[in-house]
Structure formats: C-alpha cells, structure tokens
C-alpha cells in the first residue's frame, strides 16, 4: 500500500462545481501539504499543514481551501471550479524542515 | 518571483554518457538543497540533497555539486541509463516564514539508447 494516497486519480469537472480531494498518509508525519503543477512552472505550495490544529496558506491559495481532519487525512476543495485550477495535484508528508518530501501519486484534474 | 530556476526544460543525453542538470536560485540564505525525480503519472520522488556546508555529495550513479558564491547547482548522472528518463526538480526550504520547499520548473531527461 502506498504510504501517501491521493483520492481520486483523476477527475474532470464543470466551471462552478465543488470538489474535494483527498489525501491519506500512513507515515506518521505531522507536516502535509498540497502542491500543484502545471507545464513549465514546476510544482507550486497551495496550502500546508504541521499539525491537526495549524493551517497557513502557500503562495497560490487563492480559490482553495483546506481541511486536516486528523493527522492522517488532509483534503483540498475548490469552491467553485474555474478552467485555469486544470492542473496535477499532489500531497506530501515530511517528517521536519529539511526531510525530504514524500508525495502522493497526484490527481489530474480537468475543469471544462 | 522564482527563487529557484531551471533554465533548461529538457535535455537528450546518449546512454552511457553524463547527464548535467542545472539549477540557479536567487536567494544567498538557502542552506540545504533537494532534487526530486519524477515519472509520469507518479509522484516526485526524492533523489539527493545537500547541505550548503558542502560543495559536493555523492549517491551511486548521482553527484550533486553545489557553487554558493554563483548560486548554482548541478546534479550529475554518470553513467546515463534509460531507467533515468523523467522530469527532475530542483528544490530549496524557503526562508520565509515557516519552512516549506520551493521548486525549480523542472526539466525533462531523455535518455537515448
């Protein structure tokens, strides 16, 4: 089983329709995150969390939110899906600072 | 404003041969650097690291080399297989606030046969 699992794989939407990702870890990590990319901009941080109780803002969180349930789960919604969030999507745990990320295999999302 | 920045989205390298991979950032404060390696429809996985009291680490096949006063690093694949084609990241804890990583664009490694 892999250890950080993103839910679903893929997924296409409408402009204007909610959605949520999902993602699972069983690494034990308190620090998740959410990260996007998209072709020629590399991987960009959405939101991030350390702990059950702390939620900051990345650099592109503009028309996203976020929720950590518990320390294992860490989901992402969009309000209201617009074309330009069509990107890859992906989740990661580390263990402090400077561990290396560990990430989930990503959700390739498509608003038409 | 990319504080890490790969210039070359992709490269084609010969099998057996030596893959180069660059990586400039614009901020002197960085003290430890990552590179991420990915295939598609995976996520990145982690590669190498160092710490800026280095100027080199070594792993197998890979050596990443670190110049603070250019503020550049090159990850260095030697010998090039085919197993290494995919998309590699560059990538550095922010400073700023609470640490989090900060990716370069990636570029794509082709390794030809």
């Known amino acids: 089983d892999a250890d950080v699992t993103q839910t679903p794989r893929n997924r296409i939407t409408k402009t204007g329709k909610r959605i949520m990702l999902e993602c699972s870890q069983t690494k034990g990590h308190d620090r998740m995150y959410w990260y996007r990319q998209d072709p020629g901009l590399g991987l960009r941080l959405i939101y991030y969390s350390f702990d059950v109780k702390d939620i900051n803002k990345g650099e592109i969180s503009d028309g996203y939110s976020v929720s950590r349930q518990a320390q294992a789960k860490f989901s992402l919604s969009l309000e209201s899906a617009i074309p330009n969030q069509t990107a890859l999507y992906f989740c990661?745990?580390?263990?402090?600072?400077?561990?290396?990320?560990?990430f989930g295999n990503g959700t390739r999302l498509t608003v038409t | 404003d990319q504080q890490v920045k790969q210039n070359s989205p992709s490269l084609s390298v010969q099998e057996g041969r030596i893959s180069i991979l660059n990586c400039d950032y614009t901020?002197?404060?960085?003290?430890?650097f990552l590179w991420y390696k990915k295939y598609p429809a995976e996520g990145p996985t982690f590669l190498i690291s160092i710490s800026s009291i280095k100027d080199k680490n070594e792993d197998g096949r890979f050596t990443v080399f670190l110049n603070k006063s250019a503020k550049h690093l090159s990850l260095h694949i030697v010998p090039s297989q085919p197993g290494d084609s995919a998309v590699y990241f560059c990538a550095a804890p922010s400073i700023q606030g609470a640490q989090k990583l900060v990716f370069g664009q990636g570029t794509r490694l082709t390794i030809n046969p």
């Open positions: 990661a745990t580390s263990e402090s600072r400077n561990s290396p990320l560990h």
């Open positions: 901020n002197s404060m960085f003290d430890y």
